[in-house]
């Protein structure tokens, strides 16, 4: 019985299952975004969100912290300085996990887990652009200039009839 199971073990010994998910959240770190199969997102997820809440507070223990999970300078030095910021006022669910469908070799559930304010389609605000020109033929101001010149027509040709 899986009583109290905290995390997917995902097939492997203890020191190859965090060395692997030390890199793999590395590269997600770096590169903002990777591909990978289903469990290990989910694995990835639930190791890498701490440390993104952890460099919310920018001091020496909490990278010291970090460094420790990750193992990689560029890594945290890139977490601190360019993630953090963006997600300070963010109160949890720092990644998106989006299916991909099914791998051709293994038929393994494959996915993209990336950061969430990092992908600029989702992250776009769009302003709406008020349209000041309407689907008229003419504008109000031709229109104006057609009645004056017809009513200059008229007036022109009431006395050449008398």
């Given at each position: 019985m899986n009583h109290k199971k905290k995390f997917n073990h995902l097939s492997r010994t203890s020191a190859h299952r965090k060395a692997m998910l030390s890199n793999m959240a590395a590269s997600l770190i770096l590169h903002?975004?990777?591909?990978?199969?289903?469990?290990?997102?989910?694995?990835?997820?639930?190791?890498?969100?701490?440390l993104i809440t952890k460099s919310k507070n920018d001091n020496l223990n909490s990278r010291r912290v970090v460094f420790s999970y990750l193992?990689?300078?560029?890594?945290?030095?890139?977490?601190?300085?360019?993630?953090?910021?963006?997600?300070?006022?963010?109160p949890g669910g720092y990644t998106r996990i989006l299916r991909t469908g099914n791998r051709l070799g293994d038929n393994a559930e494959t996915c993209i887990i990336e950061l969430?304010?990092?992908?600029?389609?989702?992250?776009e605000v769009k302003q709406e652009v008020k349209k000041t020109t309407t689907r008229r033929r003419?504008?109000?101001?031709?229109?104006?200039?057609?009645?004056?010149?017809?009513e200059a027509t008229v007036?022109?040709?009431?006395?050449?009839?008398?």
């Open positions: 903002k975004r990777i591909a990978t199969t289903v469990p290990k997102a989910k694995a990835l997820k639930i190791y890498v969100e701490p193992g990689q300078k560029e890594a945290v030095t890139e977490l601190f300085r360019e993630v953090a910021p963006k997600i300070v006022n963010r969430v304010d990092f992908n600029a389609t989702y992250t003419r504008s109000s101001g031709a229109k104006k200039a057609a009645a004056e010149t017809t007036v022109e040709e009431a006395p050449k009839a008398e």
